[in-house]
């Protein structure tokens, strides 16, 4: 609580008028604060760890879309860095598999995040691979390495690099910051799923981490509801010309899993691929170009091609999710569909495909916001059709501070706001929307630790009350609105908690004005912010 203050104070500090040299001592104040609260969500995981307190939940999950998510989320800070970030998950690795999701989310953030951190050209690949465990028909090791071209680790820092508190030697390892526990709590979690962790690098030219992990196969009735993988009808010749390595390596292992006939090189040497390709009486059906590269040379390629082909030729350009502006460019060259970074499996094969939905991934089209093609532009018009009604929000929390912070970023975004101080009164007002006599929420955030009555029996109480009314009077009653958990108990198990009674949805404390946004941008849909980054999806982030 004291830091959601701390931080959420500064966050609307930002928003008012300040002087040059005042924002550089708010923007310090929240710098530091982040970082202490870092510090101190890995010094309770590696506390509660270490007391043995850490239970492993079990349930079916897609680990490739685990792997997706945190790729994503972590993307923009490597892009800021302008660094590549690729990922590749082999066809071995079964779809959905039994095991505690969060805590392997865990583990691939921190190394992700790391290796991020240890990088400054070049970029990061991410890979899952997977064997079956010998001597079992149900268990599969699962592989997730983090490769990156940093700056690379002695001998003397691989063998401490996993002790608490320990860093990489010297002013380099200083300098980029962390408390040392990261990998640390990673490598427990990791030995706690039956695996390890291990790093092999050199000096000055990169590191390679991974983490193995024993997992049980799920199934057939504990299947999660993932889409299955798209099925090209087609065998196509796709030329992959690029010069960012990390990515070119990663979209030609997808297309040859595929089945697919692939040619990846670099820009320089695609002119002299194409014509070898028209030798061997394999031309070019789609040619993948990065939209850093250069235009001219890429409409001349797509030129080339269809001179060698009966067929059209279709062109993609690959563009990070927060820099599209290059995309008319090619537009203009021939290049009519895109791929959003870091490139999803499906959305890649659907582009490909010559019977794709024409509105998804189209140049010039509605913009996405995420890796699946819906976009900013949509959003914005789902919003000027619905502006007539704010939306409504029901905030119970009894720290004044914390219901100041809410209440105003709420407010500051249009939203219409009702505070209560505790969960009783929460479930009277909100049995109130249910009878007609007040008009009715879009979103109720629910505080878990409050007097009289706590959140969480809070929301069963307000789940139950919907039930009852809506048997007794049919289904005219307005819809309970969804519950968000507002809490700075951030454990994965205080989450599942959460749930189980019934919320939707989990924010943790300190949270900042884009947290709150992101979150009302996925469970309110008709009110949407300028903000570009606060339209991302959130689910990326749970």
């Known amino acids: 609580t004291p830091m959601n203050g701390i931080m959420g104070m500064s966050s609307l500090l930002r928003e008012t008028e300040l002087s040059d040299e005042q924002r550089t001592y708010v923007a310090a104040v929240d710098q530091s604060a982040r970082v202490l609260v870092t510090l101190i969500d890995e010094i309770l995981d590696f506390s509660k760890i270490e007391a043995g307190k850490v239970v492993l939940q079990e349930a079916p999950f897609a680990i490739a879309e685990t792997a997706q998510s945190v790729v994503e989320l972590l993307s923009p800070r490597a892009h800021d860095k302008g660094l590549e970030l690729a990922l590749t998950v082999e ?48 268990h599969m090791c699962v592989s997730i390495s983090v490769e990156d071209s940093g700056i690379g680790l002695s001998r003397d820092d691989m063998e401490r690099l996993f002790r608490e508190f320990e860093q990489a030697e010297g002013a380099e390892g200083r300098q980029r910051g962390g408390t040392g526990l990261g990998l640390a709590i990673s490598q427990r979690l990791a030995r706690a799923m039956q695996g390890d962790i291990r790093v092999s690098s050199t000096p000055g030219h990169g590191s390679v981490f ?21 099925a090209l009808d087609e065998r196509l010749n796709v030329l992959i010309a690029m010069d960012r390595e990390f990515e070119r390596r990663s979209i030609a292992h997808i297309l040859r899993s595929a089945g697919q006939r692939v040619i990846a090189t670099s820009m320089d040497a695609a002119f002299a691929a194409l014509a070898e390709a028209a030798e061997a009486g394999e031309p070019i059906d789609r040619i993948i170009v990065d939209v850093e590269s250069d235009a001219d040379i890429a409409g001349r390629l797509l030129e080339t091609a269809a001179k060698a082909t009966s067929g059209a030729v279709v062109g993609i350009v690959t563009v990070n999710v927060l820099a599209r502006s290059g995309l008319a460019t090619f537009r203009d060259k021939g290049y009519q569909r895109y791929l959003i970074r870091p490139v999803r499996v499906r959305s890649l094969l659907q582009q490909l495909s010559s ?38 929000v029901l905030l119970v929390e009894d720290n004044e501070i914390n219901a100041l912070l809410a209440r105003r970023i709420l407010e500051s975004s249009g939203c219409v706001v009702e505070h209560r101080l505790d969960g009783q009164a929460a479930v009277a007002c909100v ?16 505080d878990i630790n409050m007097p009289r009555l706590d959140g969480v029996e809070a929301t069963r109480a307000i789940r139950v009350a919907h039930q009852e009314i809506v048997h ?20 994965p198990e205080d989450r599942a908690r959460c749930i189980a009674a019934g919320m939707d949805d989990y924010l943790a404390k300190p949270f900042d004005a884009n947290d709150l946004k992101m979150l009302l941008n996925v469970w309110a849909p008709h009110h949407t912010f300028p903000r ?8 990326t982030t749970r």
């Open 91 to 138: 066809p071995s690795v079964v779809r959905t598999l039994i095991g505690d999701e969060a805590r392997i989310r865990q583990i691939l953030l921190n190394l992700l995040s790391n290796a991020i951190k240890f990088t400054d050209k070049g970029g990061i690949a991410v890979a899952v691979t997977g064997r079956s465990v010998a001597g079992s028909d149900h």
């Open 210 to 230: 991974v983490a193995d992990i024993v997992l049980r196969e799920a199934a057939r009735d504990d299947f999660t509801d993932v889409p299955g993988p798209f």
């Open 355 to 392: 019977c794709r939905p024409a509105a998804t991934g189209t140049v010039g089209a509605r913009e996405p916001h995420n890796a699946e093609g819906s976009g900013s532009a949509a959003l914005a018009a789902d919003a000027a059709a619905q502006s007539s009604s704010a939306t409504r």
């Open 431 to 446: 049995k109130e929307t249910f009878d007609g006599t007040r008009p009715a929420f879009d979103l109720v955030l629910m």
């Open 472 to 491: 007794s009077a049919g289904p005219q009653v307005p819809a309970c609105p969804p519950i968000i958990s507002l809490t700075a108990n951030a454990f």
């Open 532 to 539: 570009e980054e606060a339209m991302q999806k959130r689910a």
